[in-house]
């Protein structure tokens, strides 16, 4: 059973900064893009960024809403992704979920979602 577990979040002022973790566990093969999903009460679930699985570093993508203020990154022997949340602002406020998109062995890719780390920031 593959298991998503992110940490790092709580409450900070505006213009503080958060780093958000997220490691994946179980019998994995393989792990493809992951990335970083926040949901704000009453709203519909986003995304944040992903970053892909090259050996370079991988492809990232990020919401024009945090361009510039949020960095995401990956440990491929590690199994994990991290978000460095910069400048941080109140709308910025939500659960934050982490994504991956794995393959087990003897399957095919599947995304999996992680249970969320509440991120509040306050004015």
């Known amino acids: 059973q593959v298991q998503l577990v992110e940490s790092g979040g709580g409450l900070v002022q505006a213009g503080g900064s958060l780093r958000l973790s997220c490691t994946a566990s179980g019998r994995i093969f393989s792990i493809n893009a992951m990335g970083w999903y926040r949901q704000a009460p009453g709203k519909q679930r986003e995304l944040v960024a992903t970053i892909t699985s090259g050996s370079s570093g991988g492809s990232t993508n990020y919401a024009d809403s945090v361009k510039g203020r949020f960095t995401i990154s990956r440990d491929n022997a590690e199994k994990s992704v991290y978000l460095q949340m910069n400048s941080l602002k109140p709308e910025d406020t939500a659960v934050y979920y982490c994504?991956?998109?794995?393959?087990?062995?003897?399957?095919?890719?599947?995304?999996?979602w992680g249970k969320g780390t509440l991120v509040t920031v306050s004015s």
């Open positions: 994504n991956a998109d794995i393959r087990q062995f003897g399957s095919s890719y599947i995304y999996y």
